[in-house]
């Protein structure tokens, strides 16, 4: 993904996105980014199509990790 980070006074930081991260599209200086990225599908982001759950939806993000005590 393409991001340009400025600070301008008080430290104020600014990201704006400079391409899309779906398909590469290099935005315009002051093109509205949201406008483009409402035009993508779910599945542009690897997301499961609008309406359908995927059948392992409720499974563990992470394996159960065990704790040693000392």
Same mark, same amino acid.
């Given at each position: 993904? =393409?991001? *340009?980070?400025? @600070?301008?006074?008080?430290? !104020? *930081?600014?990201?704006?996105? @400079?391409?899309?991260? $779906?398909?590469?599209?290099? $935005?315009?200086?002051?093109? *509205? *980014?949201? !406008?483009?990225? =409402?035009?993508?599908?779910?599945?542009?982001?690897?997301? +499961?199509?609008?309406?359908?759950?995927? +059948?392992?939806?409720?499974?563990?993000?992470?394996?159960?990790? =065990?704790?040693?005590?000392?």
């Amino acid at each position: 993904m =393409s991001l *340009r980070v400025r @600070t301008y006074e008080r430290s !104020k *930081r600014v990201h704006v996105l @400079t391409a899309c991260p $779906f398909c590469g599209y290099e $935005f315009a200086r002051n093109e *509205r *980014r949201h !406008k483009h990225l =409402s035009d993508h599908d779910p599945e542009d982001a690897g997301l +499961a199509p609008l309406g359908e759950i995927p +059948a392992d939806h409720d499974a563990p993000l992470f394996q159960e990790v =065990s704790v040693r005590a000392d």
